[in-house]
């Protein structure tokens, strides 16, 4: 039997496993639309996602395939985010700040790796304290190519010093599911944007960190 039970690392998405930020996300879209003279296509919200906005835009919105426009759109869209998080605050989801501190405890290394810009996570870190637990973060600009392309997890685990089957990827999108089994990881999906049931490909499924223990995540390294 293999135990790891100091060398395992968390990797963490951000929107919808940290923070809860569907709605001003979602707000900051319809704001955009209307300064835009656009339209929101039904239903496109959820299917976003764990997506970039260089996906979101042209293939979910289909506004415009032009990069400049594209570039363009998403920075104001997130301008907007920003200045609603800004305004109305940002709430962490349950658990999450009782999790993350049992790894500090246990000198578990973290980072987040997500699709969303630096700016925006870094804005919402100083919101709501928590840079203290993270050594890493990965964000949207540091990467090529988004979920499910396992990019953004493998250099995240590679900033952290870990090989990527010493990782275990935090994540409650489909993509983001898919990307941390594409590289190699362990993944513990939390069901706090799509219901349980749609995310077994996970290893560990859970409605969030208050149902999951440290015990869950090292049997996952027992071999």
């Known amino acids: 039997m293999r135990l790891m039970m100091k060398n395992w690392a968390g990797l963490f998405d951000w929107d919808g496993v940290i923070v809860d930020s569907s709605r001003p996300h979602e707000e900051a879209w319809e704001i955009l639309a209307k300064r835009e003279g656009r339209v929101c296509p039904p239903g496109f919200f959820p299917k976003s996602f764990g997506m970039k906005n260089e996906k979101v835009i042209p293939e979910l919105l289909k506004w415009t395939d032009d990069p400049n426009e594209i570039h363009r759109i998403s920075l104001k869209k997130e301008a907007i985010y920003r200045e609603l998080i800004k305004r109305d605050g940002i709430k962490i989801l349950p658990g999450v700040k009782e999790w993350l501190q049992q790894l500090k405890e246990r000198s578990i290394a973290c980072a987040i790796a997500s699709s969303t810009i630096r700016e925006n996570i870094d804005c919402a870190i100083e919101i709501l304290g928590i840079g203290q637990y993270f050594q890493a ?53 939390l069901a706090t944007t799509h219901p349980a049931k749609s995310l077994k490909k996970a290893h560990i499924v859970v409605d969030n960190f208050t149902q999951l223990k440290l015990s869950d995540v090292d049997s996952l390294f027992e071999k």
């Open 137 to 189: 973060i990965v964000a949207g600009e540091d990467v090529k190519h988004g979920k499910p392309d396992p990019e953004v997890f493998l250099l995240a685990a590679k900033r952290l010093d870990r090989k990527p089957q010493d990782c275990v990827v935090f994540e409650d999108a489909h993509v983001g599911v898919e990307a941390g089994l594409n590289a190699g990881m362990n993944v513990v999906a």
